[in-house]
């Protein structure tokens, strides 16, 4: 748990996390991870969808998802006075999400459906095969958000399953900023690691195959105005001694 008090205001944003985020998703069900997340968000086992979005709202706390290829998170804000039943709503949603039936079918097709209209934004389009092609293959060329194809073939079977697997004490990440108090916050992060489900797992770094040879690939759509354009080339682990360097050549040329 990484802590951060501030008391200049009587607010407290929070985030729990898993690591690997939608790395760890296998390579027949990837997006996975995201539809699992966006599921547990729709009503605990004692609280239907509505009833669970009305307890944060009452208390004007906030909920929102993030998944991306390293890292799973659910992030909060609330007020201090508020952040005890803040954290107690989201441990009941990780400990017993609903995991409904009809939630599951109806965010299948919602997620589809936006992955298709992706298909019109170029800006998302070319970020994606551009990924495809850098890794060639490898789990971090892939959507976090999977497939129309993977996501259609995914049950509710396999996100109670993943459920079981994925939230191990070994995989938690949390970080409290504002006005708390750092013993009942860590109280609340060790019960958590008890409560919650899981097995101890580690995903082996495989390194990804990389293009010794520049390639140029063109899409022409002559009914836009604009043109997207992506150069890259993979290059040291973020763990690397010149990584910071790095990252600060790209941002003043004017890059990521």
């Not at 441990?91 to 209209?117: G, I, K, N, T, Y």
Request: glycine share 8%; aromatic share 10%; charged share 25%.
């Amino acid at each position: 748990a990484l802590l951060c008090e501030d008391p200049s205001l009587p607010m407290v944003q929070f985030a729990f996390a898993l690591r690997y985020g939608s790395w760890a998703d296998e390579d027949h069900q990837s997006g996975i991870t995201h539809l699992l997340f966006e599921l547990m968000a729709r009503g605990t086992k004692s609280k239907s969808r509505s009833q669970f979005n009305d307890a944060f709202e009452a208390m004007g706390s906030s909920l929102d998802i993030c998944v991306s290829t390293g890292v799973a998170f659910f992030r909060c804000a609330c007020l201090k006075r508020y952040l005890q039943p803040t954290l107690e709503l989201l441990l009941e949603m990780l400990r017993e999400p609903a995991l409904d039936e009809e939630e599951f079918r109806v965010l299948v097709d919602e997620c589809q459906e936006e992955l298709r209209s992706q298909r019109d934004e170029d800006e998302a389009l070319v970020a994606l095969f551009f990924r495809k092609y850098l890794y060639q293959g490898h789990r971090l060329g892939r959507a976090s958000e999977g497939t129309v194809e993977s996501l259609g073939a995914l049950t509710l079977s396999d996100l109670k399953q993943l459920h079981q697997k994925r939230f191990h004490s070994s995989q938690h990440l949390w970080f409290f900023g504002g006005d708390f108090g750092s013993t009942c916050v860590l109280e609340f992060v060790e019960r958590a690691a008890r409560e919650l489900p899981g097995t101890p797992f580690e995903i082996p770094i495989v390194e990804p195959h990389t293009n010794s040879v520049p390639k140029i690939i063109l899409v022409d759509k002559p009914d836009r105005t604009q043109v997207q354009t992506r150069i890259g080339t993979p290059i040291v682990s973020g763990l690397h001694q010149d990584a910071d360097l790095i990252w600060l050549g790209a941002v003043a040329f004017g890059g990521i």
